[in-house]
């Protein structure tokens, strides 16, 4: 499966497009309260307890992406979006959400 945020890929014709395909993650209150408490893991303007939790949650909504163009009968998915939004009632949660277009390429 080819995953890429272009709206082409080069070598490749798509000869079919299945739709729109897209998945959301939720990062729940939980996951804040341990990311505040690892605010003292800041290096460099970094901090290792924020990103791996998104990296997580945004690989977790690519694969759910791959799987949906997968079941569509795609082998790609060109102009990938990845969005990231606060929700809840206190900003609390935190959302992943990707989608793009599910396409056959030969």
Avoid: C, W
């Avoid at 924020?50 to 990296?55: A, C, G, I, S, T």
Wanted: hydrophobic residues 45%; aromatic residues 6%.
């Amino acid at each position: 499966m080819i995953l890429t945020a272009t709206h082409g890929i080069e070598g490749h014709q798509v000869t079919r497009y299945h739709g729109i395909v897209s998945a959301e993650v939720i990062l729940g209150a939980n996951v804040f309260r341990d990311l505040f408490a690892g605010i003292r893991d800041f290096v460099g303007g970094r901090s290792g307890a924020y990103e791996k939790p998104l990296r997580r949650a945004r690989e977790m909504a690519m694969e759910e992406l791959e799987a949906e163009a997968r079941d569509k009968g795609a082998n790609a998915v060109i102009g990938i979006d990845i969005d990231y939004e606060v929700i809840g009632d206190s900003g609390s949660m935190l959302m992943v959400s990707v989608s793009g277009t599910a396409v056959t390429v030969s």
